[in-house]
């Protein structure tokens, strides 16, 4: 069975003095849902102060981007070496906001999330077809060329201890979540293309759906069989929202 996980990428939002408040609040409230793993994803800057403020709380630490270098004269990088020292367990890699205004490529991202593995950090690959592509009947041309590199790269066992999360592009802060079916759709597709070199690899892995998940509709979605749980914008800087979708993940049966 594959454990639900809800994760908060807060993007470049709050202060200091925000984030450690938020994170205390969610590390508060976490003891309540152990069946879910719960995680926050801060800014760079907030990492350090965030894993205090969790202390001993069932709560894991992500980083919304790194280097796929490992050290050395790279200005304004960070490394996996340095998240795993401030405490991160888990990275995004190739978040679409990073694929559209910093231009990552499919390769580059595949880079990252090798170099995550190496260092034994949990990489999420971040997948997603815009609003046109999908209109042109190309959503899983995207998809499939979004994970090829990491195949190429480190063959089905890339996945193992690694997510995958499905935010489609069109549904990332517009309000616009994608219906449990279509989410369920190209979940079960993405799955499929990793059990074709491993039904085992492809059966334990973590995909998560991201894109306007919000408490009200999150239970819908994770209701889906190969919608293992979330990855949240907007509604993860509100502790009460973020806890109710927490809330949502949590197996029923
Ligand atoms: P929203 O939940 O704000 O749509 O953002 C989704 C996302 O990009 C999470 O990484």
């Known amino acids: 069975m594959r454990k639900p996980i809800v994760a908060g990428n807060w993007k470049m939002h709050g202060t200091l003095e925000s984030a450690r408040a938020l994170a205390g609040e969610v590390a508060s409230a976490a003891a309540a849902h152990p069946a879910v793993g719960i995680v926050v994803i801060p800014p760079f800057v907030h990492l350090h102060a965030v894993r205090d403020a969790i202390g001993s709380a069932d709560v894991a630490l992500g980083a919304q981007d790194v280097s796929p270098r490992e050290e050395g004269a790279h200005t304004g990088e960070v490394s996996t070496r340095m998240l795993r020292d401030v405490g991160c367990r888990y990275v995004l890699c190739g978040h679409s906001e990073r694929r559209q205004y910093q231009a990552e490529s499919n390769e580059l991202v595949a880079q990252k999330f090798m170099a995550a593995r190496r260092a034994g950090l949990l990489p999420i690959l971040c997948i997603g077809e815009s609003y046109e592509e999908r ?29 995958l999360a499905y935010e489609p592009r069109w549904a990332i802060g517009t309000g616009k979540t994608a219906n449990p079916e279509q989410a369920q759709t190209v979940h079960h597709f993405v799955r499929s293309e990793i059990a074709h070199y491993s039904a085992t690899i492809a059966d334990l892995l973590p995909i998560l759906y991201g894109g306007s998940v919000k408490a009200a509709n999150a239970a819908q979605l994770f209701a889906q069989p190969d919608v293992d749980g979330g990855l949240i914008g907007g509604a993860s800087l509100i502790a009460n929202e973020f806890m109710g979708i927490v809330s949502a993940a949590t197996p029923r049966n």
């Not at 959503?139 to 996945?159: D, I």
């Open 135 to 163: 209109e042109r009947g190309e959503t899983e041309q995207v998809l499939r060329a979004q994970v090829e590199p990491v195949l190429r790269l480190g063959g089905p066992a890339a996945f193992e201890s690694a997510l």
